[in-house]
C-alpha cells in the first residue's frame, strides 16, 4: 500500500531556532500534500495544503510566515518551524494525496515537536 | 460551522464483544463520511467510507452507514480482537472542498484478552 514518511519522529529544541519537518511519499507520487496540527485530545486540524511546484495555501488563523512550506519535488514536503515558541510544541501530520487518487489521503506516522 | 463530534473514549472491552464507536457532523451540502485507525507508531489509514446517504462502508468486520436523518456515521464491530487496540477518528469532507479533512478528536480503543 501507499507509504508516507515523516522525519524526524520526534524533535527537540530551544526557543527561538527553527525546525525543518520532511514529509516523502515513498512508493507513489503526490501532487498534492497536507500539514495537519494535532493538540491533546484534540482533532487534527488542516494547516495547509502544498501543491508541487508552487505556493502552499495556508487555512486561516495558520501564519505562512511561521510555518514554511516547500513542495519541490512529487515525493517530498517539507515544513519549517521558524522561530519556534514553546506555544508551537506539538505533534505535526502530513499526508499525501496520490495523483491517480481523487479523495483518499495517506498520512504519515507524525512528528512530536518540543519546544523548550 | 462544519464539525465532528466523536465519543470521548477510552472505549475498553473484552476481547469478542461488540462495539459502537458515536461519530454524529454537522455540515453544509453533502459532505463524504470516513473513518480512519491509527495504531501504535504508524500514521492513520483510511478504514471505510461512505460517499451518500444510506451507503454502508465496511471493511475488516466494521460497518458504517451514512444517515443523514440523523446527520450520524457511527462505527461498529461485532466482535472485536486485541489487535483493534488503536485510535479511531470520524472524519468528513465536504463535497465542494475535497481537499479539507475535518476530523473529529478520535476515540481510543482498548481491547483486552
Known amino acids: 500500500g501507499a507509504v508516507v514518511s515523516q522525519h524526524p519522529s520526534r524533535v527537540i529544541c530551544k526557543s527561538g531556532t527553527s525546525v525543518k519537518i520532511e514529509c516523502r511519499s515513498l512508493d507513489f507520487q503526490a501532487t498534492t500534500m497536507f500539514w495537519y496540527r494535532q493538540f491533546p485530545k484534540k482533532s487534527l486540524m488542516l494547516m495547509a495544503t502544498?501543491?508541487?511546484?508552487?505556493?502552499?495555501?495556508?487555512e486561516q488563523g495558520v501564519e505562512k510566515d511561521k510555518f514554511l512550506i516547500n513542495h519541490a519535488s512529487l515525493t517530498l514536503s517539507t515544513l519549517t518551524v521558524t522561530s519556534a515558541h514553546p506555544e508551537d510544541s506539538s505533534f505535526y501530520i502530513c499526508s499525501a494525496r496520490d495523483s491517480s487518487s481523487t479523495d483518499t489521503q495517506y498520512f504519515g506516522p507524525g512528528t512530536r515537536l518540543t519546544v523548550l | 460551522g462544519d464539525s465532528v463530534t466523536q465519543m470521548e473514549g477510552p472505549v475498553t472491552l473484552s476481547e469478542e464483544a461488540f462495539l459502537t464507536i458515536n461519530c454524529t457532523y454537522t455540515a453544509t451540502g453533502y459532505p463524504s463520511l470516513f473513518w480512519y485507525v491509527q495504531y501504535p507508531g504508524e500514521g492513520l489509514q483510511l478504514l471505510l467510507k461512505?460517499?451518500?446517504?444510506?451507503d454502508k462502508g465496511s471493511n475488516k468486520g466494521f460497518e458504517a452507514t451514512y444517515r443523514k436523518e440523523t446527520t450520524s456515521f457511527h462505527l461498529e464491530k461485532g466482535s472485536v480482537q486485541v489487535s483493534d487496540s488503536a485510535v479511531y477518528f470520524c472524519a468528513l469532507v465536504l463535497s465542494y472542498n475535497t481537499d479539507k479533512l475535518i476530523f473529529g478528536t478520535g476515540t481510543r480503543l482498548q481491547v483486552f484478552p
Open positions: 502544498s501543491n508541487e511546484g508552487s505556493k502552499a495555501t495556508y
Open positions: 461512505a460517499t451518500k446517504a444510506d
